[in-house]
């Protein structure tokens, strides 16, 4: 089982190495892929280093799988490459997300539609991912009509260099700038670019992925998505409107049963999901669930998840180990 990491030294694709070894992923060699500048640069796995290679170079190794995060570009480019070699590729980018045919995964909703005619697969984005491991379960009881999601989301979600600009703004040091604005002590209504009628692609994403992952696409979304001074860990306050009503008793029993969900949720003893205490964990945090009272068979939600674990690396190897358990 050969498995290339393209994009090996990135933020995410440093964790899904460290993903695939924490799961103990049979993997007989593993094949870390960079830009050329970065060609020599050793990696560590299972206590061995290897060599990164370029993306020409990993292509005549014919890998098995071949995990994406590299950029949209480079997945465009290269993840077809990979595939006429015949490489499963899961890509992490928004590159093949909505496109008509290649599938969008979440494995706990709907790995069972992968067939071996998948050679290229689409890991959701980090955002959409937490949410609808909420909203499945409780889509498939009371039918959601509609969703109102805001969301709190940390500076990895941007990358190593949104990382430095938080490091720097709190050392007091200058530096480059990823944001147009300072992150620290601030918060930005603006992920990703602005796109038409106002909203962000961040926001767009959270909509049209969701839609495809669930399979409905008369849900109706609404989002609005909020860059906040936290290092890892995405947050989401989310009004969900049912078809049907509810017992408070009925939605804790449902996502308490359901696989890669934990319910963190008593008030009365400050205990609900923060982004502080989820971050390096796999499971996706739900908490402050209420009823909405301004409407009938509402709900409120606070979800939380490590964004670069189950929002990318997480969820990319759990694709891959289900290419592996199925014999796809």
């Known amino acids: 089982m050969k498995v290339a990491i393209i994009g090996a030294t990135g933020l995410v694709g440093s964790v899904m190495i460290k993903v695939l070894e924490e799961r103990g992923f049979p993997i007989s060699e593993l094949i870390p892929v960079a830009s050329e500048k970065s060609a020599g640069r050793k990696i560590t796995f299972k206590d061995k280093e290897v060599s990164v290679i370029g993306l020409e170079e990993a292509v005549r190794l014919k890998p098995d799988i071949a995990l994406f995060s ?4 480079i997945s465009l480019q290269w ?4 595939a006429r070699v015949g490489t499963y590729v899961i890509d992490n980018s928004s590159a093949w997300r909505m496109d008509p045919d290649k599938k969008l995964i979440v494995p706990e909703i709907n790995a069972n539609i992968l067939t071996k005619d998948d050679l290229i697969i689409a ?3 980090c955002s959409t991912i937490q949410l609808v491991m909420a909203l499945n379960p409780l889509h498939k009881k009371f039918k ?16 190593v260099k949104a990382v430095r600009q938080l490091e720097n703004e709190r050392a007091g040091n200058t530096g480059e700038k990823f944001y147009p604005h300072s992150i620290d002590k601030n918060c930005i209504p603006h992920c990703d670019l602005f796109v038409e009628d106002g909203y962000t692609k ?3 994403k959270l909509v049209s992925e969701t839609q495809k992952i669930l ?10 998505a909020v860059r906040v001074p936290v290092e890892g860990g995405h947050s989401e306050s989310v009004n969900l409107e049912f078809e049907n009503d509810f017992t408070i008793n009925e939605i804790l029993e449902l996502l308490n049963s359901e696989k890669g969900i934990t319910v963190l949720d008593d008030p009365e003893n400050n205990l609900y999901p923060m982004p502080i205490n989820v971050c390096g964990k796999d499971d996706v945090f739900v908490g402050r ?9 509402s709900l409120n939600l606070w979800i939380v ?14 694709i891959a180990e289900y290419l592996l358990k199925e014999d796809i």
């Open 144 to 159: 959601i009509k509609r969703v109102v999601v805001s969301t709190y989301q940390s500076v990895t979600g941007s990358g």
């Open 70 to 73: 590299a950029g949209g570009s």
């Open 79 to 82: 993840a077809p490459e990979f």
């Open 215 to 224: 399979d409905d696409y008369s849900l109706k979304i609404t989002a609005t």
């Open 123 to 125: 890991n959701p984005n």
């Open 289 to 297: 669930i209420r009823r909405d009272f301004s409407q009938p068979n």
């Open 202 to 204: 961040e926001e767009m």
């Open 305 to 318: 998840a490590d964004n670069i674990r189950k929002g990318a690396a997480t969820n990319a190897v759990q």
